[in-house]
């Protein structure tokens, strides 16, 4: 047999058993055997390179991490959905919904467990897997295709033994852990010294957005698809249609969707649903409802944010009793006290819980928690759990009153309760926690997204007195990092890059990062916007220029004005520009030249990093993805440039060096 023969062979042989595993649940061979295939393919594979594809089951894992992840904008938005939190607003639905088509009659409901996930979007192009995306804020999301090729539940080739392939398939699901994978995953992290995940959503998507593929292949995460994007070539009258043709492909799909005719039907199951979420192997929050009429959906349409013709019934917050070990002290980065209920621990919707919050002084009086009590708490989604009540009938002679303490536990300054709030904070600037706190929403994601400053490498500069400031990030050198715990060389390089890289921002981030209270993203970007990028004029502003802001009220203004009226919050945010923050002014509509463009970079960049290349296009109004794609406008290819530029050169797209990038976006 020819060797293209043999490993076209053991390709179809794998893909039929991922097949049988993963859509029909009904394994034929052993695993031994399967890793005997793929060890065989692979073997191959190394000795003939020249016959390695994308899609071959060996290069699930192949890619090399990413500097930072691409942007994709999605064909359709992702929308959300509603809520409904009891029968009668399940019930309110499917009245809008006969009003709505101007009918009588039952409608006929696809109902669906709703996983705690994170919504992901697949494409396939001639039946190919050529790109993932999270689902961001529904129109424009994280390029994270190499992350997604790692869960084998994800066929990188569609089946067309059952079902025609379309030329286009725009696939969307949910990325889940199940609870005895989460178990693992967090027994490991404890091990290894590292932060818990709090839950199993946290822990899906901390795992898809790893920039190395690797440590996503580590997590045993999986897939159920439910819902279409863009299909071009195929025509359906329902959605249960559509889930058939997607097992058809090879997508997975979750068993436990059912047709029902009727909202009476479509609310029972809503309820055995509810009955039977913790028999469930992954978590659920809930239902989903829809309407199965393709038609109907259309007539329906969709209001700004969600569609009308579906919604998700929410189920109610799980509840548990368990026992106040005792009570401690926490201090935010505002300086805000917060009361914390130490649990004898209890697992709540899957989750161990050890703490509650008790919010503030008077909420403990008012319910009268003390230590010792027996206590119901409830957890509900990501929040954190609360404690709800007491039962009295089990209080002891032994348990005790708890009120706050008067000074901080973390600096010892005294504690003050400002007029009209309910929480007491404390006021030193120099407090270590609050110092912690700053620092980590200065690094944060959504902030100047500093990767690898985790949690505890963050409390041990604070407490050896290497940084006391946000500021201080920007003068840490490689050989105080390498010093410290669980910190060599080649990790403290990679932090000095990260702390590098974010030197160049916005606006709106930077704001965001400092901290300032009441002022979170949005808020920010409306910031940004009416002074024009311009951080002189945002210093110079009078109440009245902040409160004369649509949507930036009189409370807001006073923080804004409070925060820069504090010698040290200046000094710090000039020390951030003096150590190299770069602000990127947002560019006029007029002058987003990239408008509509998506970019591919491959290689090696001379001029750029992969970070800033990413935010100039972004900033010019072009986006820019992982994956080369019939969507792909410019390939910009540097030295080393490898199966992309090849597949640039076979779809005809705009190849350009880097030289002619930067001219491109300096028109």
Not at 224 to 247: M, P, W
Not at 310 to 328: M, P, R
Request: net charge neutral.
């Amino acid at each position: 047999m020819k060797i293209s023969d043999t490993i076209q062979s053991l390709r179809k042989q794998i893909n039929d058993h991922n097949y049988q595993y993963y859509i029909l649940d009904n394994p034929i061979i052993s695993d031994g055997e399967y890793d005997k295939l793929l060890k065989e393919l692979e073997s191959i594979e190394n000795k003939y390179p020249e016959y390695i594809i994308p899609e071959s089951p060996t290069q699930r894992i192949g890619a090399q991490p990413n500097d930072s992840f691409g942007t994709v904008t999605h064909r359709i938005t992702m929308m959300s959905l509603a809520n409904a939190m009891s029968e009668d607003e399940l019930t309110a639905f499917d009245t809008r919904i006969k009003k709505g088509l101007d009918i009588s009659q039952e409608i006929e409901y696809v109902i669906e467990p709703k996983l705690d996930g994170l919504a992901v979007e697949l494409i396939y192009e001639n039946g190919k897997f050529v790109n993932g995306s999270t689902r961001g804020d529904g129109n424009t999301g994280e390029d994270i295709t190499s992350n997604l090729k790692t869960i084998n539940s994800i066929p990188l080739i569609l089946r067309d033994d059952i079902s025609p392939l379309p030329d286009l398939v725009e696939v969307r699901g949910e990325v889940f852990i199940r609870k005895s994978d989460f178990e693992i995953l967090n027994n490991q992290r404890s091990k290894e010294d590292n932060q818990p995940f709090a839950n199993a959503r946290n822990a899906a998507a901390g795992s898809l957005r790893q920039l190395d593929p690797k440590i996503t292949a580590t997590r045993s995460l999986s897939i159920y698809c439910y819902q279409a994007g863009v299909i071009d070539g195929i025509d359906l009258n329902t959605h249960s249609e559509f889930l058939e043709q997607l097992k058809g492909w090879g997508l997975p799909v979750n068993p436990e969707i059912q047709i029902v005719k009727g909202i009476k039907k479509a609310i029972q199951y809503h309820k055995k649903l509810e009955n039977i979420r913790n028999k469930f192997p992954y978590e659920i929050d809930g239902s989903v409802i829809k309407v199965n009429s393709l038609p109907f959906r259309s007539k329906l349409g969709a209001r700004s944010r969600s569609p009308r013709w579906a919604i998700a019934g929410k189920f109610k917050a799980q509840q548990v009793t368990t026992v106040i070990k005792d009570i401690s002290p926490s201090v935010g980065r505002t300086g805000a006290v917060t009361p914390v209920a130490k649990l004898k621990p209890v697992v709540v919707g899957g989750v161990t819980v050890t703490n509650a919050t008790l919010h503030n002084q008077d909420e403990i009086d008012r319910k009268d928690i003390r230590i010792g009590d027996t206590v119901v708490i409830e957890r509900s989604g990501d929040v954190i759990p609360k404690v709800i009540k007491v039962i009295l009938e089990k209080r002891t002679k032994d348990a005790k009153s708890y009120h706050l303490p008067n000074h901080c536990p973390e600096c010892n300054n005294q504690l003050i309760r400002p007029e009209n709030e309910v929480v007491f904070r404390c006021t030193n600037f120099s407090c270590p926690a609050k110092i912690k706190g700053n620092i980590k929403h200065f690094v944060s994601k959504d902030a100047l997204d500093m990767d690898g400053l985790g949690e505890k490498l963050i409390d041990q500069l604070v407490d050896e007195k290497i940084i006391k400031n946000v500021a201080d990030l920007f003068q840490i050198s490689k050989n105080q990092l390498a010093k410290l715990e669980r910190m060599g060389d080649k990790s403290a390089k990679n932090i000095i890059e990260s702390i590098n890289n974010s030197k160049i921002t916005t606006f709106s981030r930077f704001i965001y990062a400092l901290g300032i209270r009441h002022v979170g993203e949005h808020t920010s970007k409306l910031l940004e916007d009416a002074f024009d990028g311009n951080f002189d004029l945002l210093l110079g502003a009078s109440f009245e220029d902040l409160e004369s802001i649509d949507e930036v009220g009189p409370i807001v203004a006073q923080s804004i004005l409070e925060f820069w009226n504090i010698d040290s919050n200046r000094q710090t945010a000039n020390n951030c520009f003096e150590f190299g923050i770069k602000l990127e002014r947002k560019n006029k509509l007029a002058d987003q030249i990239l408008s509509g463009k998506t970019f591919v970079f491959t290689g090696s960049l001379q001029k750029f990093n992969r970070k800033k290349a990413k935010e100039t296009v972004e900033n010019k109004g072009g986006s820019v993805s992982n994956a080369v794609s019939k969507n792909t406008n410019f390939l910009v290819a540097g030295p080393g440039a490898g199966s992309k530029l090849e597949k640039a050169k076979k779809l005809e797209i705009n190849i350009i060096n880097e030289d002619e990038f930067e001219e491109l976006i300096n028109k």
